[in-house]
């Protein structure tokens, strides 16, 4: 079982940049698939990027393939999340959540952990 722990999220003027991270306060990413989902209120949560512990396969959403990042240190047992180019639409809580995987599933109902989420606003 593991915990998750995120952090960096802020506020941000649009075009700026955030890096989030989520780090496993109790056991470790072995073998685990890591994803970053975001949610608004009163909205569902959107798969946003996730990888893979064994092998780094990433997979990331349409949306934000080109200004979004997702990368894993093993050794650290941290996820990051580099976010560029940020948008007002951005704006969300952003969750980290795993599960034992090697493939980057996007289905927030295949992910069996999660963490308390990190609020990011964007504004304009």
């Known amino acids: 079982q593991v915990q998750l722990v995120e952090s960096g999220g802020g506020v941000v003027q649009a075009g700026g940049s955030l890096k989030l991270s989520c780090a496993a306060s109790r056991g470790t990413f072995s073998r685990y698939l890591l994803g970053w989902f975001r949610q608004a209120p009163g909205e569902e949560r959107e798969f946003v990027a996730a990888?893979?512990?064994?092998?780094?396969?990433?997979n990331r959403a349409s949306s934000v393939s080109v200004r979004f990042t997702i990368s894993i240190d093993n050794a650290k047992n941290t996820v990051y999340l580099q976010m560029n180019d940020l948008k007002p639409e951005d704006t969300n809580v952003y969750y980290c959540?795993?599960?034992?995987?090697?493939?980057?599933?996007?289905?927030?109902?295949?992910?069996?952990?999660w963490g308390q989420g990190t609020q990011v606003t964007v504004s304009s």
């Open positions: 990888v893979t512990s064994i092998g780094g396969g990433t």
């Open positions: 959540a795993a599960r034992l995987a090697t493939r980057a599933y996007s289905d927030p109902q295949v992910y069996d952990y």
